[in-house]
Structure formats: structure tokens, C-alpha cells
């Protein structure tokens, strides 16, 4: 967000700069002045970063009178590892949930990070394994899915969990003919009007699983990592959600392209940055990348939602642009910011 961006929030909500800064300090409990205020305005300070994330966030807002819930689904996929499909369904779950939103967060890779990201122990993930309430159970038939869903400590956002079970699916579900892909939609179906958006984390893989979940899907967004193998992946996936779109999900819509993991003082970064755009940047839109930054890892190894300990965290712009682009796209949004 630059200063143009804060002085066109100010008055699009109508306020003075002096009202502006009561509305921050009234979020942050800090005492800030008109003039510091003008000072971020006109570029001659930075806006301080657990500022900047409250800002992203008041520049996202839904229209007065919402349409229905009816759950609209966005799938984060690669079938590549390691290009941050879960810190960024995780974020953006976060990010919609501030905004007002009723989120679903399905953690539908057998590996269980965003199910523990969001505060669920080991221990616990055993038990409710043990107990049949994880993702698993429930898109085998063995649950209901209302039997799985839990809450968390953020306001607006429940989870479905996951464990290793989940990795049975991928084998158990191509027996099932009846639905073998159209599972996950089916379990979905029941609960989708309690929420304005279902996250599906999906598996870097394409087994049967993330066939679900792209058949599920209303919207499929693409993290990439800003190096070589991880743009070779992104053809080959992009590929599949065509012929999953034209087979089975003629809604599926790729809502864009998300550089991850961006070090911009990097020539190979820099390059793989300006090969995702050459490559997608005239058909889909590529937002703003996620730097590299170890809060991530540090979010992870805490088990918590990095924009939930630091909401000015590195990529919080890039995250408010992904959820302003879903809600725009669901006719929740009026305007937006320009995110920079």
C-alpha cells in the first residue's frame, strides 16, 4: 500500500486525516497525529508495518447488503512441493475471515500442516484421527462433515483437519465408481451455505484427492515458487484444470498465479519472476509476489497463521489482493486500493 493508496482510502470513508488517525489509533492503541498521518500520505515516512496490515485490511470492504453464502470454493494447487500452497491458503483463509467472511478451511493434504498452522497439536490430530473426525473419514462416507468441522481461535474460520489417513483416498477413491470424482464436491454440498468461501489446501500432487478438490472448486489459485522447476510445474498443472474444466467442472475458473518465496535482489528470481509473466501474465492474472521471509517458517514452527502474529507481515499484500479478487469476483466488494 503506498501513501496514494492510503489517502484514497481516507476519502472513500469519508474521514479528515485527523479523523483517519484516530480510526488507526483506535485499532493499534498507538497515538498517532494528522501530520504523522500526512507524513505516510505523501511518501515521506513508510508506514510502519503493523500499520500497514490494518490498512489492507479496512481497504477490502463488502458491500452494506451481502448476497447469500453459498460457499464459493477456491483450490490452492501445484503438484509441486515446497511452493507455498499451505502458508498461502492458510493467509488468505485469515485475511477473508477478518474481513467478515464465514471461511471453511479444508486441509486436504495428508501431510496436515494447515491443520496444525492453525493450532492443531500432534496429539490431538491423533485423536481426532483415532476418532474418525478428519477429512478422510468424512469424504470416504465414514462422517458427516459436520461431525468433522471444528473451530479456531480466529473468528469467522473453521477447519476441516486432516492426517496421514488422507493418504488412503488417493487409492481407495478411483474403486469407488459412483463418485470417485465428485466426492469431495458431494461432502461439500451440505454445509456450503454456512460459509461465503470454502480453502481447499490441496496435495502436491494430482492424485485423486486434488482431482476432487479441482472438480470442487469454483476458483483454483496457482502459488509458484520463483524458480525454474517450480514454473516447468505450472504448465503441466494448468494443463490438467483445462482438462478437468472441459471433463468434469466446466465452472472451474483460474483466479491467477501467485510468486512465492521472492528474493528481488536476485537475478535468477528476477528472471523467474519475468517468466511467469511472460508465460501467463496476458491470460491470468499474476499477483503481487510473497518475498521470502522467515517469519513463515517461524509462523510454522509455532503453529500459527503468519498474518495472525504479524498482520504486517511480508506478502500481506499479496494476500489482501487475493482475497479482494475473490470477493470482488462473488459480488462482495465495492472498491478496493490499489495493491502496490
Not at 479528515?16 to 505516510?40: C, H, I, P
Not at 464459493?72 to 494447487?77: K, P
Not at 486441509?107 to 481426532?128: I, K, Y
Not at 473468528?155 to 470424482?181: F, K, M, R, W
Request: charged content about 20%; some cysteine; aromatic content about 4%.
Amino acid at each position: 500500500m503506498t501513501g496514494e493508496d492510503l489517502r484514497m482510502l481516507r476519502e472513500r470513508r469519508g474521514l479528515t486525516q485527523s479523523q483517519m488517525a484516530a480510526l488507526v489509533n483506535e485499532m493499534t492503541g498507538r497515538k498517532y497525529d494528522k501530520q504523522r498521518l500526512s507524513k505516510w500520505e505523501t511518501g515521506k515516512e513508510v508506514i510502519p508495518r503493523e500499520i500497514l496490515g490494518r490498512l489492507l485490511l479496512l481497504s477490502i470492504e463488502q458491500t452494506p447488503t451481502e448476497p447469500p453464502r453459498r460457499g464459493v470454493t477456491v483450490a490452492v494447487g501445484l503438484q509441486k512441493g515446497g511452493t507455498a500452497k499451505t502458508a498461502t491458503s492458510i493467509n488468505i483463509a485469515y485475511v477473508l475471515a477478518r474481513t467478515g467472511s464465514r471461511v471453511l478451511l479444508v486441509d486436504a493434504d495428508p501431510q496436515g500442516n494447515a491443520t496444525t498452522h492453525v493450532g492443531v497439536g500432534q496429539a490431538e490430530v491423533v485423536e481426532l484421527t483415532n476418532s474418525g473426525r478428519v477429512l478422510y473419514h468424512a469424504l470416504m462416507g465414514k462422517a458427516a462433515l459436520t461431525d468433522v468441522i471444528r473451530n479456531t481461535s480466529v473468528g469467522g474460520l473453521d477447519l476441516v483437519p486432516s492426517s496421514i489417513a488422507l493418504a488412503s483416498a488417493d487409492t481407495e477413491l478411483p474403486g469407488n465408481l459412483t463418485n470417485a470424482q465428485t466426492a469431495l464436491a458431494e461432502m461439500l454440498d451440505p454445509v456450503r451455505t454456512g460459509y461465503d468461501f470454502i480453502v481447499i489446501d490441496c496435495a502436491p500432487n494430482l492424485g485423486a484427492v486434488t482431482i476432487n478438490a479441482l472438480t470442487a472448486a469454483d476458483f483454483v489459485l496457482v502459488p509458484c515458487q520463483t524458480e525454474p522447476h517450480a514454473i516447468l510445474g505450472v504448465s503441466a498443472f494448468l494443463e490438467t484444470v483445462a482438462k478437468i474444466r472441459r471433463r468434469l467442472n466446466p465452472r472451474l475458473e483460474v483466479l491467477g498465479i501467485l510468486p512465492t518465496m521472492f528474493n528481488g535482489r536476485l537475478s535468477q528470481d528476477r528472471s523467474s519472476m519475468d517468466d511467469i509473466t511472460r508465460l501467463w501474465g496476458a491470460e491470468n492474472t499474476v499477483f503481487p509476489p510473497v518475498p521470502r521471509a522467515t517469519i513463515y517458517a517461524q509462523a510454522a514452527g509455532a503453529n500459527v497463521i503468519t498474518l495472525d502474529a504479524d498482520i504486517g507481515a511480508p506478502g500481506a499484500e499479496s494476500y489482501a489482493a487475493i482475497a479482494a479478487a475473490l470477493l470482488k469476483a462473488t459480488g462482495r466488494l465495492t472498491e478496493t486500493v490499489h495493491a502496490a
